[in-house]
């Protein structure tokens, strides 16, 4: 693969512990092991990591900056919530931890359901929650590349607003990249215009093909303002040294999750999302799609990036991920369980595959 595509990992920030099928091990969400994690991700070749977020979760804001000042290269992409964060407080905490790191912060905007009535939010449909999502990615983007900006929509309102400390460019980056996820006819409106990366979970070439061209031609019928969208994809890869030995693992797993011992599977299963119905229902076209693409996980639990998994040797693994490249996929959020052996293992394993 070339240079201009990125590797990032996923960091479990989750009170429960053995989430999504980790091990249940005392001190699973400790500063030492998350450091631990984090600086194994520096060392085996990742960028850097999604932090996820959710009410009934530990701050991932707060995560992200104690690991940022534990490590040196390692990039947090930093989930957040439009109605968790007011724009103005996201801008400045964001501005001044990129600052503190030497510009390492990424940031995932998430619209998906949460308990918003346990911080004081309130939302009302599809409509008005991706409105209120395009204005906060708007404004954040104003805040972090002007001065005295005065703004007046339906969701949030700055007057001679100024973030302090000044995002620093650094090349071609302005400011913080904005991830976002979401396949709905609304969400795709905001990211045709709104977000830097589109991130897709793990569906088949054809549609993540599909989806690629129909954001661009919206992103041209919206006249997009702002530099090209580029595209990503979330995904969970069960490498192993054969691929006899990837799929009897990959079966076993999903045993597991049919009996219900396998941990924390279903965090993404509060409300079917189109996104998320629209990998559950890959099942019906078959167990395995493309070459490797195991839908059987979403049978039984599987939310989210755990929904399907690419499965294989190293060899094939890398063979998959090169054909999303190839239809225009150029940011990857990989990750397995246990979290940091397969840091590890993927790391030494399959990133050199992905770089030659």
Known sequence: MCDPSEFHWYIPNDVKA????????????????????????EKHGWKGALIGTGWGRPDTFTIATALAAQTTTFEPLIAVRPGYWKPANFASSAATLDQLSGGRV????????DELAAYGDSEGDQAQRYARTKEFMRLIRRLWTEENV???????????????PTLEARGNRLHPK???????EAAERVAATEADVQLFWGEPLDGVRDRIERLKTLSKALDRDIAPLEFGL????????????????????VAKMAEGKAGSWQDHRHTVAVGQQRLLD????????????????????????????????????ARSLRKYEEVGITHFVLSDTPYLAEIQRQGDRLLPLLRT
Do not use: M
């Not at 904005?178 to 709905?184: D, Q, R, V």
């Not at 979330?234 to 797993?253: G, H, N, P, S, Y």
């Open 18 to 41: 053995g989430h999504r099928g980790d091990v249940a091990a005392e001190g699973h969400n400790s500063l030492d092991t998350l450091t631990t994690q984090a600086r194994a991700i």
């Open 106 to 113: 990424r940031v995932n905007v998430v619209s998906g359901q």
């Open 150 to 164: 005065t703004f007046t929509g339906d969701h949030f309102q700055v007057t001679a607003s100024t973030v302090v």
């Open 178 to 184: 904005l991830y976002f996820g979401g396949a709905s």
């Open 234 to 253: 979330r995904i969970t890869t069960l490498v192993r040294d054969t691929t006899q030995q990837a799929w009897a693992d990959a079966e076993a797993k």
């Open 282 to 317: 890959l099942a019906a076209r078959g167990d395995v799609l493309d070459d490797n693409l195991y839908t059987a996980p979403g049978k039984f639990g599987g939310g989210g990036a755990s929904t399907t998994w690419l499965v294989g040797s190293a060899e094939e693994v």
